[in-house]
């Protein structure tokens, strides 16, 4: 059966510039995380999604990050005026429900920031 | 102090041996815990949960000690396949705004074992 997917899987970006990561979750999971993992590091949590409603944004780095799931399926993270220590691999990941379901992640989107 | 710390690793062993990881976590309000497998370069997959009582998955051991915050995972009989990093991960209930509250997976940094012939 599909799983999370992500796109694109590489993105290369110059300091400064936008980039809008995609996330495609199971079809049905109402929960959607996003998760950040520098190279050699676990990864990191930055938002959490029930449905359309973002319920936990305490890991953005920054105000330059935005994520939305304006229709409780398909997510977008944004990263506006990107900068070299935002290279990372963003990870996405979607669960049946809340709770302590099991998490499943989608390959992850790789971005250098030059 | 990070909330989960792992043995730094790397290790590397021959096949057929038994390897531990060890994971020790700060927050006492952890509700469940795991084992997550991250191959190079792939994203991490739920290799185990870890029940107080211990519990074992073919040649893979999991043990969570609640009162000293640990946790352990054994391999047995280690396979060249089991080279991965291997993802000490606790379930954290925390509060949100408006009165909610979300589980939250929190990571350790992730011991690398390589398995050699």
């Known amino acids: 059966g599909a799983g999370v997917s992500q796109s694109p899987r590489y993105k290369v970006a110059k300091r400064g510039q936008d980039v809008a990561l995609r996330c495609d979750p199971i079809?049905?999971?109402?929960?959607l995380f996003w998760y950040q993992q520098a190279l050699g590091q676990g990864p990191e949590f930055l938002t959490y999604?029930?449905?359309?409603?973002?319920?936990?944004k305490s890991g953005l780095p920054s105000d330059r990050f935005f994520a939305e799931r304006p229709e409780g399926s398909v997510s977008t993270l944004k990263i506006q005026r990107t900068q070299q220590e935002d290279s990372a691999v963003y990870l996405c990941?979607?669960?049946?429900?809340?709770?302590?379901?099991?998490?499943?992640f989608g390959p992850g989107t790789r971005l250098t920031v030059t | 102090r990070k909330e989960v710390e792992q043995d730094p690793g790397p290790f590397n062993v021959p096949e057929g041996a038994t390897v531990a990881f060890n994971c020790t976590y700060s927050?006492?309000?952890?509700?469940?815990f795991f084992w997550y497998r991250q191959d190079c370069r792939k994203e991490p997959k739920l290799l185990m949960s870890?029940?107080?009582s211990g519990n074992e998955d073919g040649r893979f051991t999991a043990q969570l000690n609640r009162a000293s915050q640990y946790i352990s995972l054994l391999i047995r009989d280690s396979k060249l396949s089991d080279s991965a990093t291997y993802l000490c991960?606790?379930?954290?209930?925390?509060?949100?705004?408006?009165?909610?509250?979300?589980?939250?997976?929190?990571f350790g940094k992730g011991t690398l074992l390589t398995v050699n012939p």
């Open positions: 990941a979607s669960s049946l429900r809340t709770g302590t379901y099991e998490q499943y």
């Open positions: 079809s049905g999971h109402v929960s």
């Open positions: 999604f029930q449905n359309e409603a973002q319920l936990d």
């Open positions: 927050n006492s309000a952890s509700q469940s």
């Open positions: 870890v029940y107080s």
């Open positions: 991960v606790v379930n954290i209930l925390s509060a949100i705004g408006g009165g909610g509250s979300n589980y939250k997976l929190t």
